[in-house]
């Protein structure tokens, strides 16, 4: 395990430096000056000038990224050019507001998706399995800026529930931290629900039918115990690797929640960035969001270890 782990950490670093280059390249190649946006457009061609050379805009790309990728070997991914703050700080300030949201987004999907799919899976073929997979099929397929959206016109304006938008710190006021927290975590956990409670559906299924399931009924298990420790620690595995990725998409979902709800996160500050042009702050945070699908896949597959002991990581 500690070798296979060690080999997989040493090939994130191959793909960091891709993703790096990549983004790097296609953030340069889109049209747009940040010399221009941060000065406005009344500024006169020598200031425009005096401030690209000044932020190192007039150098060919390679030496611009040779630079760049000099500064994040030393661990620093830069100064944000609209905020005049390093990047790293600028990312961490917002972390904690991203994390919040999609940690219980994650958490709220997986607590309806898993009693609905194995409630489904064990009522196969009633009119309550046809509702739910029904409502799976219409989560999917609403587009989550449209279902913020739709959730602020029924919830937030017209019955005034929920506040239509802004964040509060839970250290400052838990209560309005929590109600602040409702909308954006069911417009970015619910599709997660669906997708979710369809894995674990069709996994439970599956294993129901297998020998070992037959063999505990047989040996006069309740079935309780039967469907939720026997048959739900084999049936839950294809679904980490789904959990997994959607753990690495949180910040790309975070993008729209936050700008729709106004949450002063990692997706909003994206947004922000790219509208300004601000090539180190957009690089920093596509560079964060790759690490964390790489990181996330790599606890997926020790999560398949811990659990299901006969997997075991055999060298190749």
């Given at each position: 395990?500690?070798?296979?782990?060690?080999?997989?950490?040493?090939?994130?670093?191959?793909?960091?430096?891709?993703?790096?280059?990549?983004?790097?390249?296609i953030?340069?190649?889109?049209?747009?000056?940040?010399?221009?946006?941060?000065?406005?457009?009344?500024?006169?061609?020598?200031?425009?000038?005096?401030?690209?050379?000044?932020?190192?805009?007039?150098?060919?790309?390679?030496?611009?990224?040779?630079?760049?990728?000099?500064?994040?070997?030393?661990?620093?991914?830069?100064?944000?050019?609209?905020?005049?703050?390093?990047?790293?700080?600028?990312?961490?300030?917002?972390?904690?507001?991203?994390?919040?949201?999609?940690?219980?987004?994650?958490?709220?999907?997986?607590?309806?998706?898993?009693?609905?799919?194995?409630?489904?899976?064990?009522?196969?073929?009633t009119?309550?399995?046809?509702?739910?997979?029904?409502?799976?099929?219409?989560?999917?397929?609403?587009?989550?800026?449209?279902?913020?959206?739709l959730?602020?016109?029924?919830?937030?304006?017209?019955?005034?529930?929920?506040?239509?938008?802004?964040?509060?710190?839970?250290?400052?006021?838990?209560?309005?931290?929590?109600?602040?927290?409702?909308?954006?975590?069911?417009?970015?956990?619910?599709?997660?629900?669906?997708?979710?409670?369809?894995?674990?559906?069709?996994?439970?299924?599956?294993?129901?039918?297998q020998?070992?399931?037959?063999?505990?009924?047989?040996?006069?298990?309740?079935?309780?115990?039967?469907?939720?420790?026997?048959?739900?620690?084999?049936?839950?595995?294809?679904?980490?690797t789904?959990?997994?990725?959607?753990?690495?998409?949180?910040?790309?979902?975070?993008?729209?929640?936050?700008?729709?709800?106004?949450?002063?996160?990692?997706?909003?500050?994206?947004?922000?960035?790219?509208?300004?042009?601000?090539?180190?702050?957009?690089?920093?945070?596509?560079?964060?969001?790759?690490?964390s699908?790489?990181?996330?896949?790599?606890?997926?597959?020790?999560?398949?270890?811990?659990?299901?002991?006969?997997?075991?990581?055999?060298?190749?």
């Open positions: 395990m500690a070798r296979y782990i060690a080999q997989r950490v040493f090939f994130i670093i191959p793909v960091a430096l891709f993703v790096c280059f990549i983004t790097f390249m953030i340069h190649l889109v049209p747009g000056d940040p010399a221009s946006v941060l000065l406005g457009e009344e500024a006169t061609p020598t200031a425009v000038a005096a401030l690209r050379h000044q932020l190192g805009l007039d150098q060919p790309l390679p030496t611009q990224f040779a630079l760049w990728f000099w500064q994040l070997l030393h661990g620093n991914l830069g100064q944000s050019i609209q905020l005049q703050q390093p990047v790293l700080q600028a990312i961490w300030q917002r972390l904690p507001v991203t994390a919040e949201l999609g940690v219980i987004s994650l958490l709220y999907s997986l607590a309806l998706a898993i009693p609905l799919g194995i409630y489904s899976a064990t009522h196969r073929n009119w309550l399995d046809w509702l739910v997979n029904v409502m799976s099929l219409l989560f999917t397929a609403i587009p989550g800026f449209i279902l913020g959206l959730l602020i016109l029924f919830l937030a304006v017209s019955v005034r529930l929920f506040p239509p938008g802004g964040y509060v710190p839970f250290a400052e006021n838990p209560a309005a931290n929590l109600r602040d927290l409702i909308l954006p975590v069911i417009t970015l956990g619910t599709g997660a629900v669906a997708v979710n409670m369809r894995q674990i559906r069709a996994s439970m299924i599956e294993v129901l039918h020998d070992y399931v037959r063999t505990a009924r047989a040996k006069g298990l309740l079935e309780g115990r039967v469907t939720y420790v026997h048959a739900l620690r084999n049936a839950i595995l294809p679904v980490l789904i959990v997994g990725l959607q753990v690495g998409s949180i910040i790309a979902g975070a993008v729209v929640v936050e700008t729709i709800f106004l949450w002063p996160g990692i997706g909003q500050l994206a947004v922000q960035s790219i509208f300004s042009k601000d090539y180190p702050v957009v690089q920093g945070i596509v560079l964060l969001a790759a690490l699908y790489m990181a996330t896949n790599l606890l997926v597959d020790v999560g398949y270890v811990i659990l299901d002991p006969r997997i075991r990581f055999e060298k190749q």
